[in-house]
C-alpha cells in the first residue's frame, strides 16, 4: 500500500510538471515583452527615420523647385523691363527774367559803392532728348539757342591825385580831384548756346552743363556827380578849390554814352532745375530756375589807372579843363559775367 501510493503521487507529479513549466515560461514571456519592446522600438524608430525622410525629401524639393524658378523668372522679367528705355523728345519755348552782373574787378577804393546788380531777359528755344525707363526716369542732352538783353555796372565814389602840372608862371600844382559818384552802365545783346546733361525724375528736370555766350550790339552810358578840384600849390602851400582859373570837370564829360569794349566771347558754367506740369498727353508748362556763372571770356583789357586828366594848364588864365574817361576804360582789369533768375517753359513732349 505504501508502495502504491508512492507510484501514484510520483505519476500525478509527472502529470503537472509540463503544465506547470509552461506556465513559468509564459510568465517569464510575459516579464520580458515590455522590456524587449522597449529595446526595438527606438532600433525600429531609428530605421524607420531615414526612409521616412528620405520618402518624403524629394517630394518637398519637388514642390519647391518650380516656385523658386517661377520667382527667378518673374524677378528676370521685372529687370529686364527696367533696362527698357524708349527715346522722349521735348520742345520748348521758354521765356526768363532775373538779376545779373558782369563783375568787373577794378581795384579801386570803393566806399560803400558795391558793383550795381542789373537785370537780365531772354528767350530760349530748348530741345531735350531724353531716353526713359518705366520708372519715369530720363537721361539725354539739352541744347537750343538764346537770344537775350543784359544791363548793370559799377558804380565808385573816387579819389584821384594827379601831381606835377605847371601853371604859366612856372608855379608847381598838384591836383587832388573827387567824385562823389561815377556810375557806368553796360549794356548788351547776347546769343547763346547751351550744351548739357540733361536728366528727368517723375517730372523734375535738371539741365547741367556750360553755355557759349556771343554778346554784340554794347554799348555804355556813365554819370559823374559832384566832383571837387583842389589844386595845390606847393611852393605856396595855397589850396585853390573848385575855380575855373585852376579847371573845373567838363560839361560834356558828366553825362556819356557810346559804344562799349566788353567781352568778345565766353564759357559759362550752366544749370537749370525745375518741373514739368502735364497739362495733356503732349503737352506740359516747365517751371524752373536758372544760374550762369562765367569761367573764362574773351576780355582785352589796358586799363590807363586815371579816369581824370587835367589839359590847358599853363596855357592862359581860365585854360584848364578836368576830363573824364569811363570806368572801364581806366579802370576795369577783368570781367565776367553771373545771372540768376526764373524760367516758364511752354514745351511739346514727343513720345513716352
Not at 523647385?65 to 522722349?88: G, H, I
Request: positive net charge; hydrophobic residues 35%.
Amino acid at each position: 500500500k505504501p508502495a502504491k501510493a508512492e507510484r501514484q503521487k510520483a505519476a500525478k507529479a509527472d502529470k503537472q510538471k509540463p503544465a506547470k513549466a509552461e506556465r513559468q515560461k509564459l510568465a517569464k514571456a510575459e516579464r520580458q515583452k515590455p522590456a524587449k519592446a522597449e529595446r526595438q522600438k527606438p532600433a525600429k524608430a531609428d530605421r524607420q527615420k531615414p526612409a521616412k525622410a528620405e520618402r518624403q525629401k524629394p517630394v518637398k524639393a519637388d514642390k519647391q523647385k518650380p516656385e523658386k524658378a517661377e520667382k527667378a523668372q518673374a524677378k528676370s522679367q521685372d529687370k529686364s523691363e527696367n533696362m527698357t528705355w524708349v527715346p522722349q523728345h521735348i520742345i520748348g519755348l521758354a521765356p526768363k527774367a532775373g538779376i545779373s552782373s558782369f563783375l568787373p574787378e577794378n581795384g579801386i577804393w570803393v566806399a560803400s559803392r558795391p558793383a550795381n546788380l542789373g537785370y537780365v531777359g531772354a528767350l530760349d528755344i530748348d530741345y531735350s532728348l531724353l531716353f526713359v525707363n518705366n520708372h519715369d526716369f530720363g537721361v539725354g542732352v539739352h541744347v537750343g539757342a538764346t537770344i537775350g538783353y543784359t544791363k548793370n555796372g559799377q558804380s565808385v565814389y573816387l579819389i584821384e591825385n594827379i601831381p606835377g602840372y605847371k601853371d604859366v608862371l612856372g608855379n608847381v600844382i598838384d591836383y587832388r580831384i573827387i567824385a562823389d559818384q561815377v556810375t557806368e552802365q553796360n549794356s548788351q545783346l547776347q546769343a547763346e548756346i547751351p550744351v548739357q546733361l540733361a536728366l528727368r525724375v517723375k517730372g523734375f528736370y535738371a539741365n547741367l552743363g556750360v553755355r557759349f555766350q556771343i554778346p554784340f550790339m554794347q554799348k555804355f552810358t556813365q554819370s559823374i556827380g559832384d566832383v571837387s578840384v583842389d589844386a595845390y600849390y606847393t611852393q605856396y602851400d595855397v589850396h585853390v578849390i573848385d575855380k575855373p582859373a585852376v579847371g573845373l570837370l567838363a560839361e560834356a564829360d558828366k553825362q556819356q554814352q557810346g559804344n562799349w569794349n566788353g567781352s568778345k566771347w565766353g564759357v559759362a558754367v550752366a544749370g537749370e532745375l525745375g518741373y514739368y506740369i502735364p497739362c495733356t498727353e503732349h503737352f506740359m508748362i516747365g517751371i524752373g530756375l536758372f544760374a550762369d556763372y562765367m569761367v573764362y571770356n574773351q576780355f582785352t583789357a589796358n586799363p590807363t589807372g586815371r579816369l581824370f586828366d587835367v589839359s590847358g594848364v599853363g596855357v592862359g588864365p581860365k585854360s584848364a579843363v578836368v576830363h573824364a574817361s569811363t570806368l572801364s576804360e581806366a579802370y576795369t582789369r577783368k570781367q565776367g559775367y553771373f545771372d540768376l533768375g526764373a524760367k516758364l517753359s511752354f514745351c511739346i513732349k514727343l513720345g513716352k
